[in-house]
């Protein structure tokens, strides 16, 4: 079936309007409205959205076979201006629409249902799910309906705004993450069993600072092209054992400037399946020719030794007609295809082009019977299955080998930094200034005693297994015998209570301007700080103190709340001191 584009503008120009409807009314498309909102297909194949469309006199920028495309392309411009709340908004969806041109290239569902059928059938049913460019969530669905459980938890990101805003009607019980994959947070690192996705590819950077920063030369590397962003960036999230597969250009595999990716790709991990699909593969959803290849990964940090398919993926060879193809297809064996031939690519590069006469359909059965057998013998699902972080750990909370999930305290080494403990500790006073002690110039006189002015915490107490000396405490009765002190420091110390939670966990209270990495903050009347602070989220850990020690910094943590909202409301909302005391007091 050929490529309608007046049928596709057409249908996108619809599904866009239903999506800023459905934005304003707050609610979720019906059954009918989903159908609709399920027939855009992005503008990859839709070019001529750039051409400008201010007046009639702009025809003549057109090419004549798409001038009846005009006053669709118009339509569109004015739909999405009519529906900004701005000329900066509007110009925001504009630009990101017509950036989207490059790789909004969906994937035909036939092929992406029989990678999940395939991952289903060898044992892969994930929990966590991560399409790190999600387009109209192909991936989503096939996964969904295929492989994942009921109770799975499933992240995307998609750049475009349109596209993104359309995916989240689509899957509203979903994470959806209008932004770049680059954008993930780092708790989510070794954090999903399966990440797929069909990935953009060119040369476009990607910022990542922690990457560009990397003593890693491939990590460096990666973000000048962001294909190869995607494969590092996305083993990076997989916890071990767990599973990649991305459909992505044939530059990845074939060019030789990319061999410190590859040997990366191979140090980390094992190569499962790695199949080139036919050049055809989107004529009939994108409009275009497009070399691209399967690969599918499976995440070993601790392997010693490449086998030699794994060698070869590595390699790069330059046939004698000129083309440069990766070693690993030298031999077309897992190439899906009816017929082949050397041409050139989009570049006008010398390349091999191959073909399929079956569809996508006939695609699909080919490809099926490769996954069959890549996946029966080199899948390991007994290392799949050993790293399977199961309940013990929340969902939406960092998974971490550093935690144990049998653990009921939590170990030293875990603690990274002191929590905050005193006043002095919250305003960076240094050592000196804590002590109190002015230093004075030597004399002879008699030395006087220092002593040190009292803290918020001056009670001792002890913290994820580090005990700390205690005090003295002065206001102990001294008329009693010595022999009871103990017991009466124990029952101040030691209040009886029951056994609280001391592991991290997600902090579910209200997040405040100031809160940042190691406020201190108290949660279900428990008092610890955040160690953790993300834009979606933080992390709680609790602090073990005493009843009074308790006591002190619950009222310590509601004073700087208050202050600190009436600072805010006072100093930058302009709200005057009367209604910033009515809200907060009255």
């Not at 790709?265 to 497009?290: H, Q």
Request: charge should be negative.
């Amino acid at each position: 079936m050929s490529y309608n584009k007046k049928a596709h503008l057409r249908a996108n120009i619809e599904a866009i309007k239903l999506s800023f409807e459905l934005e304003k009314e707050h609610r979720q498309p019906s059954v009918d409205e989903r159908v609709a909102i399920l027939r855009y297909s992005g503008f990859g194949g839709l070019k001529c959205i750039l051409n400008p469309t201010q007046t009639l006199a702009d025809t003549a920028y057109w090419a004549k076979s798409e001038l009846d495309l005009f006053p669709l392309v118009a339509e569109l411009q004015a739909v999405i201006r009519d529906n900004s709340g701005s000329e900066e908004q509007y110009k925001r969806y504009w630009g990101s629409l017509k950036n989207s041109i490059l790789t909004s290239f969906y994937t035909p569902s036939e092929i992406v249902e029989t990678l999940a059928n395939s991952l289903r059938d060898s044992g892969i049913t994930p929990t966590r799910f991560l399409d790190p460019s999600a387009g109209m969530g192909e991936f989503i669905s096939a996964f969904q309906q295929i492989a994942l459980p009921p109770d799975s938890s499933i992240m995307s990101f998609e750049k475009d705004l349109l596209t993104g805003e359309l995916l989240s009607h689509l899957y509203p019980t979903s994470t959806v993450n209008i932004n770049g994959f680059e954008e993930i947070e780092s708790r989510y690192n070794n954090h999903f069993d399966v990440v797929s996705s069909n990935i953009p590819f060119g040369d476009v950077s990607a910022f990542d600072f922690a990457f560009s920063k990397s003593k890693d030369k491939a990590k460096q590397q990666s973000t000048r092209a962001i294909h190869n962003y995607f494969f590092i960036k996305g083993v990076d999230t997989l916890r071990e054992g767990g599973i990649l597969a991305f459909i992505t250009s044939q530059g990845v595999m074939n060019a030789p400037q990319n061999e410190l990716i590859r040997q990366w790709l191979m140090d980390n991990t094992n190569l499962v399946s790695a199949v080139r699909l036919p050049n055809n593969l989107f004529v009939d959803s994108a409009n275009t020719e497009v070399g691209s290849d399967l690969i599918v990964l499976q995440k070993n940090s601790a392997k010693t030794e490449l086998s030699d398919d794994e060698k070869l993926f590595v390699k790069s060879s330059l046939l004698s007609s000129g083309v440069v193809t990766n070693s690993y297809f030298k031999n077309f064996q897992r190439v899906v295809h009816t017929k082949g031939f050397s041409d050139t690519d989009q570049y006008g590069k010398p390349a091999m082009v191959y073909l399929h006469d079956g569809g996508v359909t006939g695609m699909a059965t080919d490809l099926k019977i490769m996954l069959r057998d890549d996946f029966s013998n080199r899948l390991n699902l007994k290392l799949y299955e050993q790293y399977n972080v199961k309940s013990s750990i929340q969902q939406n909370q960092l998974s971490t080998n550093s935690i144990s999930t049998n653990s009921s305290i939590v170990q030293p080494q875990v603690v990274q930094e002191e929590p905050i403990m005193t006043l002095y500790d919250l305003f960076d006073m240094n050592v000196q200034e804590r002590s109190q002690i002015i230093v004075k110039a030597k004399h002879n006189g008699p030395k006087r005693i220092q002593t040190r002015q009292p803290t918020l915490f001056d009670l001792p107490f002890e913290t994820a297994g580090i005990k700390t000396e205690s005090p003295k405490l002065s206001t102990l009765p001294i008329n009693s015998d010595k022999s009871d002190k103990p017991d009466k420091i124990d029952k101040i110390n030691q209040p009886d209570q029951p056994e609280i939670p001391m592991e991290p966990r997600p902090y579910t209270g209200m997040r405040e301007p100031h809160h940042q990495v190691g406020s201190l903050v108290k949660l279900e009347s428990q008092v610890g700080y955040l160690s953790e602070v993300y834009k979606s989220g933080a992390t709680f850990t609790p602090i073990k103190l005493s009843l009074l020690q308790q006591e002190k910094a619950i009222l310590y943590i509601d004073l700087r709340d208050v202050y600190q909202r009436l600072y805010i409301g006072f100093y930058f909302n302009k709200t005057s001191v009367g209604a910033c005391f009515e809200r907060y007091f009255f």
